[in-house]
């Protein structure tokens, strides 16, 4: 990523089309353009977190047209920048209220014009989104209504829905769909609008429309972890147990992206000194080089000054790694936290537990 400009340029070739066309305010920029000037004006270590979020194929698209931008003018970059800001305060306002809301507020702040333009740009985006109308309803509710459903009409509810909310829901169906709907949310992959349509008609509601015939993508292992991190540990506990017996690989998959490494700063000072014990030293050197220094700090409070300066000395002396070792001990780790949690030696905190531990 190239590192912003404090004038808010970017380095490489210019594209055609763009070099030479007049002053950047004039430009009509296409949507890829506006993503290169903005990442470019954050700077080279927000850009990089975004680029995390980001496919490998939009990575390298992006990455390519930030590779062509010019000098970028003061008034193009506030144009982007202003943009941005107008359809996050869109978003924002739609999420809270719907799209009339939205539309109301933005026509009192910005006028008619305006507020139908922003609008516009979001709206293939959010029309897609199905279940809006059960969006801010009561998790209470929504558990009575949906729970004498089909598992596979369950999941594809939860999928759609803030994982908070799904996790609230999940925690309250009977324990014998819990796990079943928990699978089919971490194997659904693309839903048709036909099905999502149907759906619909079966829970006898609707939604104003969807906007196109675009396949659209929910669930998955990570929806699914992030539902199960938000709820008690029992029902995490019993859901695990369950897809352990029904697909193990699943299963395998699930637990290893439920706690990451870099969550160990969940961990009070005592449960962090019991996994040191249990850490080979070469592997806790190999897992700090890449984490930032709240995590590292966390790990060197919690040993002697003897050791934590050899741990130092060793991460100096052992040089640029590849990323798949660091990977590979931060995994034996977060194994060992995983090991030493379910004998009832550490606990690691979850949303929705009594904090209390006794």
Do not use: C, W
């Amino acid at each position: 990523m190239a590192e912003a400009r404090k004038g808010g340029g970017g380095g490489g070739q210019a594209a055609p089309g763009i070099a030479g066309s007049g002053r950047a305010g004039k430009r009509q920029l296409t949507g890829r353009q506006k993503a290169a000037i903005f990442l470019v004006t954050l700077g080279s270590d927000v850009s990089a977190e975004i680029f995390k979020y980001l496919r490998e194929d939009e990575i390298e698209q992006l990455t390519f047209e930030i590779a062509r931008l010019d000098k970028v003018e003061a008034d193009e970059k506030d144009k982007v920048l202003l943009e941005f800001q107008e359809m996050m305060m869109a978003q924002g306002f739609i999420s809270t209220g719907g799209i009339d809301y939205a539309r109301d507020v933005l026509e009192r702040a910005l006028g008619s014009q305006k507020a139908v333009d922003i609008i516009n740009r979001l709206t293939s985006s959010l029309q897609v989104r199905p279940f809006d109308f059960i969006r801010r309803t009561d998790p209470t509710h929504l558990v009575n209504f949906i729970q004498g459903e089909h598992p596979q009409t369950i999941a594809l509810i939860l999928a759609f829905l803030d994982a908070n909310k799904s996790a609230q829901i999940l925690a309250n169906l009977p324990h014998e769909v819990q796990a079943d709907v928990a699978k089919r949310i971490a194997l659904m992959q693309r839903t048709s609008p036909d099905i999502l349509r149907e759906v619909e008609r079966v829970l006898e509601r609707k939604l104003s429309t969807l906007a196109s015939d675009d396949y659209t993508t929910a669930g998955g292992v990570d929806a699914i972890v992030e539902i199960l991190n938000s709820v008690d540990r029992s029902t995490e506990k019993a859901i695990i147990e369950q897809l352990e017996e029904d697909d193990p690989e699943l299963a395998e998959e699930i637990k290893k992206r439920m706690f990451v490494f870099e969550d160990i700063v969940l961990l009070d000072d005592r449960s962090i000194q019991k996994v040191m014990r249990e850490v080979d030293q070469q592997d806790l050197a190999k897992a700090l080089k890449s984490v930032d220094a709240e995590v590292q700090d966390k790990i060197f409070r919690n040993m002697s000054k003897r050791a934590s300066s050899m741990l130092r000395e060793d991460m100096d002396f052992m040089g640029p790694i590849r990323v798949k070792d660091v990977d590979e001990a931060q995994q034996k780790i977060v194994n060992i936290i995983r090991k030493l949690e379910e004998s009832g030696e550490i606990v690691v905190a979850r949303a929705g537990e009594d904090q209390l531990v006794v």
